[in-house]
């Protein structure tokens, strides 16, 4: 179990291992059941948010709300009109990705940068269950002839995979506070689900086919959303003064999974940061479980490889935040 506890801090190289063995040995059978690995990660994230820390939420109401249905609708146009050059099947996972919600691991990562870690936890709670809503019909709307499946039938499943273990983990830890004592080794299980996500998502690739066309759609997106979410930081990091500084993660703060709350877990730096962070990173495992319920595997490439490259910039931004704030 102590190996596990220490899992979360390699979870950089362990997508790139995964991003290779998916190219090397990919797995048809686990392409196709991503919905099942989105399931497990979302309720390994679920466990370590008590009601508590939700509650503390009210005072950012707003905010919350605006960056849970925002991004989606906004980064999904962004995503639209990105893919329309590629190929059919990265044009779908690219819609994909933007119909996806806030990155799990942005919660930590806010903590890394000293920010205040609660507010992305909103941001992500609340964008899981828009994007499981709101996802599956727009991506039948806007992918046309190319959705294989019905977006209602979907958006049952997708409910189903997202907001059901979402419920349920939130529901256990706040009945069930004692199991904290094991959010280290949840954090490393949420960690090696996110890796085993990036194998799914690329073993349905077949090769090396295509992972050109999507790296390249995948660097453009991150670049509009890392501008989008860095005019949110400056727009509210003026209108609220600059931001907070201190971690709120300990040391499994940088990882998939990671919580918000613990003594200095919460504070006062406003939504600058948590914002910009929710609004520069989505989640490409759900991604790539939308992807391929509605387009099939070859779709999930671009969710896999957004995934790792997304991963890796996300943690050096982190890491730039929390060097430039200083000590205190």
Do not use: C, K, N
Not at 115 to 140: E, F, K, N, Q, Y
Not at 182 to 188: L, V
Request: no cysteine; net charge positive.
């Amino acid at each position: 179990m102590r190996a596990l506890a220490g899992v979360p801090r390699v979870l950089t190289p362990l997508a790139l291992l995964a991003a290779a063995l998916a190219l090397i040995v990919p797995s048809s059978a686990v392409a196709a059941r991503s919905d099942v690995l989105l399931a497990l990660l979302v309720l390994a994230t679920a466990l370590g948010i008590p009601f508590a820390d939700l509650r503390r939420l009210r005072d950012h109401a707003t905010d919350v709300a605006v960056l849970s249905v925002a991004p989606l609708v906004l980064l999904g146009a962004v995503a639209w009109v990105i893919g329309r050059p590629f190929a059919t099947p990265i044009r779908d996972g690219l819609l994909a990705v933007g119909l996806s919600s806030s990155e799990v691991a942005s919660v930590g990562l806010v903590a890394l940068a000293g920010a205040d870690a609660t507010i992305a936890l909103g941001a992500v709670s609340g964008s899981l269950v828009a994007s499981a809503l709101i996802g599956p019909l727009a991506i039948g709307a806007l992918a046309g002839a190319s959705a294989h499946a019905d977006p209602l039938p979907l958006l049952a499943r997708f409910a189903l995979v997202v907001i059901v273990p979402l419920i349920v983990g939130v529901a256990v830890r706040s009945r069930r506070p004692r199991i904290a004592a094991a959010d280290p080794e949840r954090e490393g299980i949420a960690a090696l689900t996110v890796a085993a996500l990036i194998y799914a998502a690329l073993s349905g690739t077949h090769g090396a086919h295509h992972l050109g066309a999507a790296l390249l759609a995948s660097l453009a997106f991150l670049a509009v959303s890392a501008v989008l979410a860095e005019l949110w930081r400056r727009r509210t990091g003026r209108s609220a003064g600059g931001t907070g500084g201190g971690t709120a993660g300990g040391p499994g703060g940088g990882t998939a999974g990671g919580t918000a709350g613990g003594p200095g877990g919460r504070r006062s730096g406003g939504t600058a940061v948590p914002g910009a962070f929710a609004i520069a990173m989505r989640d490409f495992a759900v991604a790539a479980a939308l992807a391929t319920q509605a387009f099939g595997t070859s779709a999930a490439a671009v969710p896999g490889v957004y995934g790792v490259v997304m991963l890796v910039g996300g943690a050096i931004a982190a890491g730039r935040l929390a060097g430039g704030r200083g000590p205190g």
